[in-house]
């Protein structure tokens, strides 16, 4: 089955609403990285996040490994937000990560 | 910011068509990685190596070759082209198993004919 989850598939705002994106794993974790996308562009590193809570900016990512989970959180979206979010797992077989099927969001003005 | 430069950025071949991609990271990053991006797949290990003259195998090798002649190039060949492998290439790199996060290029598009 797949490894990693992410949900929801596609999500739609208003600019300035707050967003909360999923991913869920079923194996063991030695990593989380989250991605950021823009359409047929490549992909932005924003959070390395093995366990705990991480801030930068608008965004927080929060990784809960006994629940295996991580979470990606945008307060009060820009329209600049929009694009794909993709969040990967490195398990414990060493340096592959598995990506998860990503979230698409679009915010508007 | 690690760098990861890859080439080229668009490529239209033939079926059974020989195809080079090309990558070089300037970070001195031990783990370098190919992968491919489908709509529906999202995206798909092909080959990755943690150093010159290493290669390990992905989730979808088929089809695909690929070699590692420096810490700082990693190539991934097409011999014999398939429409199937259409698609969108990245290469990215790390500093390695649990301690690096991952850099990616701005992706090579390929079409095959």
């Known amino acids: 089955g797949q490894q990693v989850q992410q949900s929801p598939a596609s999500l739609v705002l208003q600019e300035g609403e707050n967003a909360e994106l999923q991913c869920n794993f079923s194996?063991?974790?030695?990593?989380m990285q989250w991605f950021y996308q823009r359409p047929g562009g490549s992909l932005v590193s924003l959070f390395y996040?093995?366990?705990g809570t991480k801030h930068s900016g608008r965004l927080t990512s929060t990784t809960v490994i006994k629940e295996r989970r991580s979470s990606l959180h945008i307060s009060s979206s820009q329209t600049t937000d929009s694009g794909t979010y993709l969040c990967?797992?490195?398990?414990?077989?060493?340096?592959?990560?598995?990506f998860g099927g990503g979230t698409r969001l679009t915010v508007r003005p | 910011e690690a760098a990861v430069t890859q080439s080229p950025r668009n490529k239209v071949t033939v079926t059974g068509g020989n195809v080079t991609l090309s990558c070089r990271q300037t970070?001195?990053?031990?783990?370098m990685y190919w992968y491919r991006q489908d709509t529906g797949h999202g995206l798909r290990l092909i080959h990755y190596?943690?150093?010159?003259?290493?290669?390990q195998i992905g989730d979808v090798p088929d089809g695909y070759k690929a070699t590692r002649t420096t810490q700082e190039d990693f190539f991934l060949l097409l011999e014999l082209a398939s429409p199937s492998q259409t698609s969108l290439y990245f290469c990215?790199?790390?500093?390695?198993?649990?301690?690096?996060?991952?850099?990616f290029g701005h992706g090579t598009k390929l079409s095959v004919l």
């Open positions: 990215a790199s790390s500093a390695g198993t649990g301690g690096g996060r991952l850099f």
């Open positions: 194996t063991s974790l030695n990593s």
């Open positions: 996040n093995p366990s």
């Open positions: 990967a797992l490195e398990g414990d077989a060493g340096a592959k990560l598995t």
């Open positions: 970070n001195s990053h031990n783990y």
């Open positions: 190596s943690y150093g010159a003259g290493n290669l």
